[in-house]
T-cell receptor
Framework: GESVGLHLPTLSVQEGDNSIINCAYS??????FIWYKQESGKGPQFIID?????DKRQGQRVTVLLNKTVKHLSLQIAATQPGDSAVYFC????????????FGQGTELSVKP | DAGVTQSPTHLIKTRGQQVTLRCSPK?????VSWYQQALGQGPQFIFQ???????QRGNFPDRFSGHQFPNYSSELNVNALLLGDSALYLC?????????????FGSGTRLTVV
């Protein structure tokens, strides 16, 4: 199935700590993965992406890790700030489906000042 | 440069009615995809339009239909509304040659069916 569940997992961290958000994806043939941040009342905002021929990619304060063996993605946010508070979704793009994205359930990140 | 623009931002409809949602893609983009996001869940793919044709479709009934105009803007139509159609409807635009990369999402239309 795609994106099931009514209650978002929640991660609560202190400002300045590092955050790790995990995601399991569904299709072993997916060759492109994206992390999105969604704030209340807004659409998903691109954070970082990774292709299946890589296992790690770094951006500004963010790192994505890909483990294809267990179909697992993680997003690491360094020195988490209150402005990072949002819901985070991973998305996968299976090949041959015209760029359709399959989203995970999402994790709500709450940063305490 | 405006990103993806969706209208209206909020909408309340009665069960059984029909609704039309609109999307203007980001400048330079030629492909529009629609997603439905129920409360507390991730977005689910409805369909995608390119060159005024539906190219991909997700697991949604025929009550959901769409259209793309020559200027690349798009409409999502939902007939015979059900309470379960209440959701945030997101439009995402991209450039065909960049897919699946380079998606830009709008802020969505919040549809409430009563």
């Amino acid at each position: 199935g795609e994106s099931v569940g009514l209650h978002l997992p929640t991660l609560s961290v202190q400002e300045g700590d590092n955050s790790i958000i995990n995601c399991a994806y569904s299709n072993s043939a997916s060759d492109y993965f994206i992390w999105y941040k969604q704030e209340s009342g807004k659409g998903p905002q691109f954070i970082i992406d990774i292709r299946s021929n890589m296992d790690k990619r770094q951006g500004q304060r963010v790192t994505v890790l890909l483990n294809k063996t267990v179909k697992h993605l993680s997003l690491q946010i360094a020195a988490t700030q209150p402005g990072d508070s949002a819901v985070y979704f991973c998305a996968e793009s299976p090949p041959g489906q015209g760029g359709k994205l399959i989203f995970g359930q999402g994790t709500e990140l709450s940063v305490k000042p | 440069d405006a990103g993806v623009t969706q209208s209206p931002t909020h909408l309340i409809k009665t069960r059984g009615q029909q609704v039309t949602l609109r999307c203007s893609p980001k400048s330079g983009h030629d492909t529009v995809s629609w997603y439905q996001q129920a409360l507390g869940q991730g977005p689910q793919f409805i369909f995608q339009y390119y060159e005024e044709e539906e190219r991909q479709r997700g697991n949604f009934p025929d009550r959901f239909s769409g259209h793309q105009f020559p200027n690349y803007s798009s409409e999502l139509n939902v007939n015979a509304l059900l309470l379960g159609d209440s959701a945030l409807y997101l439009c995402a635009s991209s450039l065909l040659s960049d897919r699946p990369y380079g998606y830009t999402f709008g802020s969505g239309t919040r549809l409430t069916v009563v």
